[in-house]
């Protein structure tokens, strides 16, 4: 089946410094990816769709300017989690559409912000 | 805008009985539901989708789901649990057709007692 990976896998940072996670479709082109968001014991809320070589849907509510995305080539989208605070700490999940109808998802990434 | 209900966000269940995890959907058109699993510390896991063809649906390691147009339900059942099925189920919802994003469910935890 389709794979979707992400890296890193855990990430421990201090807090004002930014982090990059990566998003790749392995075995398939995605030009559509997105970026979900998971607190522990709660569900997933889609942060943004990103699109390959144009700019990023943010939901409402989620700061553009905070979490940067970046879906420069078909198999690659980043998103960039800039003056990482606490309550930024997350598990930050990515997933990839192949074939118009189900969604393949990353392992995820899981950040503490200290 | 298209939604689900999970309607327990905690099922218990002894090894060998049979699983019911209840779902009902609201959309203005003839939606595309999934139903994905979660293990502790691992990625979402695609059990399985409908889009609009079989009403049953089966799905991986023996779960099926029957959608039910008049009940606006999506129920995953299984006929015999395993200790293995111990795990996060989210019931899933399309946002729109096409390559467009997901809705979760808030998530029923599904715990099996040997």
């Known amino acids: 089946g389709a794979v979707v990976s992400q890296h890193p896998s855990w990430v421990i940072c201090k807090s004002g410094t930014s982090v990059k996670i990566e998003c790749r479709s392995l075995d398939f082109q995605a030009t559509t990816m997105f970026w979900y968001r998971q607190f522990p014991k709660q569900s997933l809320m889609l942060m943004a769709t990103?699109?390959?070589?144009?700019?990023?849907?943010?939901e409402q509510g989620v700061e553009k300017d905070k979490f940067l995305i970046n879906h420069a080539s078909l198999t690659l989208s980043t998103l960039t989690v800039t003056s990482a605070h606490p309550e930024d700490s997350s598990f930050y999940i990515c997933?990839?559409?192949?074939?118009?109808?189900?969604?393949?998802f990353g392992p995820g990434t899981r950040l503490l912000v200290l | 805008a298209q939604s689900v209900t999970q309607l327990d966000s905690h099922v218990s269940v002894s090894e060998g009985t049979p699983v019911l995890l209840r779902c009902n959907y609201s959309?203005?058109?003839?939606?595309?539901l999934f139903w994905y699993v979660q293990h502790p510390n691992k990625g979402l896991q695609l059990l399985l989708k409908y889009t609009s063809a079989a009403t049953l649906v089966k799905g991986i390691n023996g779960f099926e789901a029957e959608f039910k147009k008049s009940e606006t339900s999506f129920h995953l059942t299984k006929p015999s649990a395993h200790m293995s099925d111990a795990a996060e189920y989210f019931c899933v919802v399309r946002r729109n057709s096409g390559n467009t994003p997901l809705v979760f469910g808030k998530g029923t935890r599904l715990s099996v007692i040997a």
């Open positions: 997933s990839a559409n192949r074939d118009g109808e189900t969604q393949y």
């Open positions: 959309s203005s058109y003839s939606p595309s």
């Open positions: 990103s699109n390959e070589g144009s700019k990023a849907t943010y």
